[in-house]
């Protein structure tokens, strides 16, 4: 592949060297490549990174800007990154986003940063839930966009049906979508063109105080925190002494560059430049996403407007293995925070695990990954709590309390009414599979909102469904009933009123709550039952009888009990007169009663792992 492209490639590259100062805004153009998931955006990263000879051929890999181990080994992006090229006398800011619908987020800050996207969709499988949710965002942004049908080299492929669907849902002219092969690089040049055509060039003044607004972060430990920034206004020069609006702190900009792909410092950079900043920043709170930096000794007037902060969906406990890493887990917490911004966290204590935090996340493929990231960068081994959504309690006082931890759930007696908070949901499918996914939905307490055919083969079914049925496995669910070919798209609807208990685990007659949650009444048995079933089978025996209980307030619902080990103490007697056999027996009996009285059922750290799993 790369030995095919190099004479394209000599031909369209005009390099600008790093570090001089491009005041020619109409030679700039911003952009993100958006699309839903699996839809070959990284895959056309590296075709755009090898026309315009950003990368030595020799050096070239798949998926090259996909850098974390995580992102290789499951083939997806989970962090956007950014690029600086050379082609046709232009310089192109490239940014790769993440396609899944957990790392929206991700595409919304760098659509910030942009003033045009290259919409990507395969020409196998055409519009999906993502497409549709990442071009309305474009849009919401005013950016251009050059919609592309990739994959074109596929059997399957059929451009002409898919750009009559696009036209048709999106607006978007069939005429001027282009079409393209990521995986040969057949129209990736043509692409190229259309961006410098259509994609309008940046604005802004060199004049002006600096305006330079940070669009994402990271940390490295030995020059402290690196972030990726797009200047607006002004000029950022290396040496300066910079204010950083939000944070109210000051710092001097010891490197100041562009990506090509790798970090290539220059003296400065101008309005409508991304690029990144090294400022020797080590307290990783000063330097969030959204924030503006300035000049000190030039102040801008007001702060660019940022991005507001996401809301976190799926809440659950994490616990060091090892109570002693505790201040390790709130470091490392404190370092992610810093490269994702969008999941949140505070200290917590549970009496069955220790101390810990409650962290907040977008969706559970992101509380997987945040979790992994963790133990694999930070050296961690962790316990994660089931997960659970954020609860409004409306108390008989009158007053509301917001929850996100079943165990801090008023009793009963002082709850009026559970609000759960529901999604809209979004799922395009073949039609053929539309009955079974409707079964999956209404079984899951969803609520019909509109059926519409996209195309005689294509089918948008919108559903009102309780957050909490979403985030177990309902994507799985969907997958594997669809054969993959569904997609799903979900945002925020509300709160309604639901007939919700706390289903509380007891051991020893003793309330764990690492394993209570709050489910609806009608499926509460069943959760009672299958937990006390699980833990039943990981618990291992004591020296007296252990019940495992579920129990709804004072009620129980389910009970298994993990047998004793029994001593056979008569087996030193060989007939003989009965009682004394009888006073032996009971002489055990008492010991085991006390026994019971004073000990604890001790639970290995695995124990939590096994019965806590998300797949079971």
């Given at each position: 592949?790369a030995?095919?492209?190099?004479?394209?490639?000599?031909?369209?590259?005009?390099?600008?060297?790093?570090?001089?100062?491009?005041t020619?805004?109409?030679?700039?153009?911003?952009?993100s490549?958006?699309a839903?998931?699996?839809?070959?955006?990284?895959?056309?990263a590296?075709?755009?990174?090898e026309?315009?000879?950003?990368?030595?051929?020799?050096?070239?890999r798949?998926?090259?800007?996909?850098s974390?181990?995580?992102?290789?080994?499951?083939g997806i992006?989970?962090k956007l990154?950014?690029?600086?090229?050379?082609y046709?006398?232009?310089?192109?800011?490239?940014?790769?986003?993440?396609g899944?619908?957990d790392?929206?987020?991700?595409?919304s800050?760098?659509?910030?940063?942009c003033?045009?996207?290259i919409?990507?969709?395969?020409?196998?499988?055409?519009?999906?839930?993502?497409?549709?949710a990442?071009c309305?965002?474009?849009?919401?942004?005013?950016?251009?966009?050059?919609?592309c049908?990739?994959?074109?080299?596929l059997?399957?492929?059929d451009p002409?049906?898919?750009?009559?669907?696009?036209?048709?849902?999106l607006?978007i002219?069939?005429?001027?979508?282009?079409?393209?092969s990521?995986?040969?690089?057949?129209?990736?040049?043509e692409?190229?063109?259309?961006?410098?055509?259509?994609?309008?060039?940046?604005t802004?003044?060199?004049?002006?105080?600096?305006?330079a607004?940070?669009?994402?972060s990271h940390?490295?430990?030995?020059?402290g925190?690196?972030s990726s920034?797009?200047v607006?206004?002004?000029?950022?020069?290396?040496?300066?002494?910079?204010?950083?609006?939000?944070?109210?702190?000051?710092?001097e900009?010891l490197?100041?560059?562009?990506?090509?792909?790798?970090?290539?410092?220059?003296?400065?950079l101008?309005?409508?430049?991304?690029g990144?900043?090294?400022a020797?920043?080590?307290d990783?709170?000063?330097?969030?996403?959204?924030?503006t930096?300035?000049?000190?000794?030039?102040p801008a007037?007001?702060p660019?407007?940022?991005y507001m902060?996401?809301?976190p969906?799926?809440?659950?406990?994490?616990?060091?293995?090892?109570?002693?890493?505790?201040?390790?887990?709130?470091?490392?917490?404190?370092k992610?925070?810093?490269?994702?911004?969008?999941?949140?966290?505070?200290?917590?204590v549970?009496?069955?695990?220790?101390?810990?935090?409650?962290?907040?996340?977008?969706?559970?493929l992101?509380?997987?990954?945040?979790r992994?990231?963790?133990?694999r960068?930070?050296?961690?081994?962790?316990?994660?709590?089931?997960?659970?959504v954020?609860y409004q309690?409306l108390?008989?006082d009158?007053?509301t309390?917001?929850v996100?931890?079943?165990?801090?759930?008023?009793?009963?007696?002082?709850?009026?009414?559970?609000?759960?908070?529901?999604f809209?949901?979004?799922?395009i499918?073949?039609s053929?599979?539309?009955?079974?996914?409707?079964?999956?939905?209404?079984?899951?307490?969803?609520?019909?909102?509109?059926?519409?055919?996209?195309?005689?083969?294509?089918?948008?079914?919108?559903?009102?469904?309780p957050l909490?049925e979403?985030v177990?496995?309902?994507?799985?669910?969907?997958?594997?009933?669809?054969?993959?070919?569904?997609?799903?798209?979900?945002?925020?609807d509300?709160?309604?009123?639901?007939?919700?208990?706390?289903?509380d685990?007891l051991?020893n007659?003793?309330?764990?709550?690492?394993?209570c949650?709050i489910?609806?009444?009608?499926?509460?048995?069943?959760?009672g039952?299958?937990?006390?079933?699980?833990?039943?089978?990981?618990?291992?025996?004591?020296?007296?009888?252990?019940?495992i209980?579920?129990?709804?307030?004072?009620?129980?619902?389910?009970?298994?009990?993990?047998?004793?080990?029994?001593k056979?103490?008569t087996?030193?007697?060989?007939?003989?007169?009965?009682t004394r056999k009888?006073?032996?027996?009971?002489?055990q009996?008492?010991?085991k009663?006390?026994?019971?009285?004073?000990?604890?059922?001790?639970?290995?750290?695995?124990?939590?792992?096994?019965a806590?799993?998300?797949?079971?």
């Open positions: 592949m030995r095919s492209l190099l004479p394209l490639r000599r031909a369209l590259v005009c390099p600008s060297p790093p570090g001089t100062l491009v020619n805004l109409s030679r700039f153009r911003n952009l490549i958006i839903h998931i699996d839809h070959g955006k990284s895959t056309l590296d075709r755009i990174l026309i315009c000879g950003a990368v030595d051929a020799r050096e070239m798949a998926q090259y800007l996909d974390m181990d995580l992102e290789r080994e499951r992006t989970i990154q950014s690029v600086r090229l050379d046709r006398d232009h310089v192109i800011h490239l940014i790769d986003t993440p899944h619908v790392f929206g987020y991700e595409v800050r760098s659509l910030a940063a003033e045009g996207v919409l990507v969709v395969d020409a196998s499988q055409g519009i999906e839930a993502q497409t549709l990442n309305y965002l474009a849009l919401e942004n005013d950016l251009e966009i050059v919609a049908l990739n994959k074109i080299d059997p399957a492929a002409d049906m898919y750009a009559a669907e696009i036209e048709q849902v607006g002219p069939a005429n001027e979508i282009l079409r393209i990521a995986k040969t690089g057949e129209g990736v040049s692409l190229l063109d259309a961006v410098i055509e259509r994609i309008p060039a940046p802004g003044e060199i004049d002006e105080p600096l305006q607004l940070i669009f994402d940390f490295d430990q030995y020059r925190v690196v920034i797009r607006m206004n002004g000029e950022l020069r290396t040496g300066a002494k910079l204010k950083f609006m939000q944070a109210g702190v000051t710092h900009a490197e100041v560059g562009g990506r090509r792909p790798e970090n290539t410092p220059a003296k400065s101008g309005p409508g430049e991304v990144y900043l090294i020797g920043i080590k990783v709170g000063e330097a969030r996403s959204g924030e930096i300035t000049e000190a000794a030039r007037a007001a660019l407007e940022g902060e996401p809301k969906m799926v809440f659950c406990g994490l616990y060091p293995v090892d109570g002693d890493a505790f201040e390790d887990l709130r470091e490392a917490l404190e992610l925070r810093l490269n994702d911004s969008s999941f949140s966290y505070e200290p917590e549970s009496g069955a695990l220790g101390f810990g935090f409650r962290v907040g996340y977008l969706g559970l992101h509380m997987e990954i945040v992994e990231r963790l133990e960068e930070h050296g961690l081994n962790l316990i994660a709590t089931a997960p659970s954020e309690i108390r008989t009158g007053t309390v917001v996100d931890n079943p165990a801090e759930l008023p009793p009963p007696t002082e709850v009026k009414a559970i609000l759960e908070p529901y809209a949901c979004s799922i499918t073949p053929s599979y539309v009955g079974t996914l409707m079964e999956l939905c209404q079984g899951r307490r969803g609520v019909m909102v509109k059926l519409d055919y996209l195309s005689p083969e294509r089918v948008e079914l919108k559903y009102r469904i909490a979403v177990i496995d309902f994507f799985d669910q969907m997958k594997s009933r669809t054969q993959g070919y569904a997609s799903l798209d979900y945002e925020p509300g709160y309604d009123a639901a007939a919700l208990v706390r289903v685990i051991l007659e003793e309330a764990v709550d690492a394993f949650s489910v609806h009444k009608d499926k509460a048995y069943d959760y039952r299958k937990m006390t079933e699980k833990l039943k089978e990981i618990i291992p025996r004591q020296q007296f009888d252990v019940p209980q579920a129990a709804i307030g004072g009620r129980i619902i389910s009970r298994q009990t993990v047998k004793a080990y029994r056979d103490v087996a030193k007697l060989y007939g003989g007169d009965i009888k006073k032996l027996l009971s002489k009996k008492e010991g009663k006390r026994m019971k009285n004073i000990g604890r059922v001790e639970l290995p750290s695995d124990a939590f792992i096994t806590l799993r998300l797949d079971d």
